[in-house]
RNA sequence: UCCUCCUUAGCUCAGUUGGUUAGAGCACAUGACUGUUAAUCAUGGGGUCCUUGGUUCAAGUCCAAGAGGGGGAGCCA
């Protein structure tokens, strides 16, 4: 680690490099000084690349905070002033990259165990600090939101895309470990089955220029695939038919809907974790739900700690408390005709009122949730007509096993159902929803040959990472949001 | 898409009943300070008051339309 001839002159120009020696230094990472900082020998010269988020001092020493993004904690920098070049330290400013090797050494100062002296610095890339968007201090989501290529550099999107990441291999972890198969399903797709909502229409036909049939509709045969298709809306339908063979599987892609929704809990492109198992039940699929999500936020608590500590101290100071305490206890699960009958004696005075048959609005489920619960529900047997066709039909003929659960703040965080395996159940029922049959004669296949009980769910990603960051926006937990109006970067 | 609120310096915001030269904090620049922690202190520069039209002797302020944004609702994950 430590060679010799690195001990350079102490001459004052210090921008002087030379490249070959220079990569003789690996760089290290900034969480090993701030984590395992153990592993790193004191008084030995190291490198560090970075940004710089704040630069302070006086003549004879100049502190600089600096960050990788391996860790939401900057690395300090000190840098004896007299020793380097006057225009090179000015250059340096918030935002701006360098490359620094110095002497790893216990900090004296409160704030950070470890810091780094200085004897090289290179500048990568300066930030006129005139221009640069980003400042020391506190800038809001809706700015941050207009500088989606510069706020990966702050604390707090650093901290959710840090999260992002944990959460992503978690999911793959957890299904993993538990024998699951994932399976990608188309995200160009002919079915509109699920009627899941407008989709985004895929063509390569010139839209100046649309070739048409004799009777003036659009000719849909010249297209692409000489047919209309459309991005995804679920991945359900496909991945039902991978359950029928693989048993375990699930998928984890984007999703695309063109629906008109402007609330900070819809994106129009948002990812999607989707598993499907044969032989579950509608018990077995609420047991799975209930591990799954308790399995993600334990591995948030266990691995993201120091995010999680940032985002509680600047955001929500709940947060940390919620997340624990959503797995200290059961989900409380009921049927919806249970959950009407809550509301109607509730004595809660609603927007809008309570009815079998109806589907609950806003207002029902958080008060089922925040009021009289407090803690997530799973709700069940939900009335057949407001429901999707491929769900299962209880005998009572007027209810499906569907299950939503249901979480603070954030609302339906899961939807999904044991689905129908009855091959006339499901045609009648889709047929009646006017699902055209032979849009989903393939589908159909799965219950005409060696059909069998099965169930699954759909978890919003986002909706997740809303949760366990505890941000409020969903245009805030996606690097970048694409929603009505809004596809720059 | 509906309801509602907002738009003033680079950022966050104040601006009274319509009245002379539109302010503050932070940021930025200059200077001071030999261990700072969103450093501190002093000084300084910085404005299409979202756009268009209207009312008025006079509009940042009132009215109308439009654009952009926030919150709530619907659709849902």
Redesign the pocket.
């Known amino acids: 680690m430590s060679i010799p001839f690195l001990s350079y002159s102490n001459s004052k120009k210090s921008i002087i490099f030379v490249k070959n020696y220079k990569d003789m230094i690996k760089r290290t990472p900034i969480i090993d000084i701030i984590k395992n900082s153990d592993k790193l020998v004191l008084n030995e010269e190291i490198n560090i690349k970075a940004w710089v988020r704040?630069k302070?001092?006086?003549?004879?020493?100049m502190?600089l905070?600096v960050n990788d993004g391996s860790i939401i904690h900057n690395a300090?920098i000190?840098i004896d002033v007299p020793n380097f070049d006057d225009a090179l330290l000015r250059s340096i400013?918030?935002g701006s990259c360098v490359s620094v090797n110095g002497i790893l050494k216990e900090?004296?100062?409160?704030?950070?165990s470890h810091?780094i002296h200085a004897t090289e610095i290179e500048l990568y890339g300066t930030a006129d600090?005139?221009k640069y968007?980003l400042?020391?201090?506190?800038?809001?989501m809706?700015?941050l939101?207009e500088i989606a290529h510069l706020r990966p550099r702050t604390n707090t999107f650093g901290a959710v895309y840090r999260i992002r990441h944990h959460m992503t291999f978690a999911i793959h972890k957890f299904f993993n470990d538990r024998g699951f198969f994932n399976v990608h399903t188309p995200i160009i797709t002919g079915s509109d089955a699920e009627g899941?909502?407008a989709m985004f229409r895929v063509t390569t036909l010139d839209m100046n220029n649309l070739p048409k049939t004799e009777d003036g509709k659009v000719d849909n045969s010249k297209d692409f695939f000489g047919r209309m298709v459309n991005l995804t809306v679920?991945g359900q339908l496909e991945a039902e038919l991978a359950a029928m063979a693989l048993t375990q599987v699930y998928t984890f892609g984007p999703t695309f809907?063109a629906?008109?929704?402007?609330?900070?809990?819809?994106?129009a492109e948002?990812w999607?974790i989707e598993p499907e198992v044969a032989f579950n039940d509608i018990n077995d699929n609420m047991d799975l739900a209930e591990d799954f999500i308790k399995y993600l936020v334990q591995y948030a608590l266990d691995n993201c700690m120091d995010d999680l500590e940032f985002l509680n101290k600047m955001y929500d100071k709940e947060l940390i408390e919620r997340l624990k305490a959503v797995n200290a206890e059961p989900f409380v699960r009921k049927t919806y005709t249970e959950a009407v009958e809550i509301l109607q004696q509730s004595g809660q005075k609603f927007e809008?009122p309570v009815d079998w048959g109806y589907?609950l609005?806003?207002?029902h489920e958080r008060y089922l949730v925040e009021k009289h619960f407090g803690k997530p529900v799973i709700l069940t047997d939900y009335p057949k007509a407001i429901k999707a066709f491929y769900m299962k039909q209880n005998e009572d003929g007027k209810t499906v096993r569907a299950m939503d659960v249901l979480f603070p703040k954030i609302?339906?965080?899961?939807?999904g159902s044991q689905r129908e395996d009855n091959l006339e159940k499901l045609s009648q029922w889709a047929k009646e929803q006017g699902v055209p049959e032979k849009d989903i004669w393939w589908y159909l296949d799965t219950r005409r040959f060696g059909s069998g009980p099965h169930s699954g769910f759909?978890?919003?990603f986002?909706?997740l990472i809303l949760f366990i960051t505890g941000m409020?926006?969903?245009?805030d937990v996606i690097p970048f949001p694409r929603t009505p109006?809004?596809a720059e970067f």
Do not use: C, V, W
């Not at 302070?56 to 020493?61: A, D, Q, S, T, V």
């Not at 400042?135 to 809001?140: E, F, M, N, V, Y």
């Not at 409020?472 to 245009?475: E, G, V």
């Open positions: 704040t302070r001092g006086n003549k004879g020493i502190f905070a300090q000190i400013t918030t900090s004296p100062a409160a704030g950070q810091e600090p005139e968007p400042q020391k201090k506190g800038h809001s809706e700015f939101r899941a909502g679920s809907r629906e008109n929704s402007n609330t900070p809990r819809h994106l948002f999607m809008y589907d609005q806003s207002e609302g339906e965080i899961i939807g759909g978890l919003g986002e909706r409020s926006n969903i245009r109006h809004n």
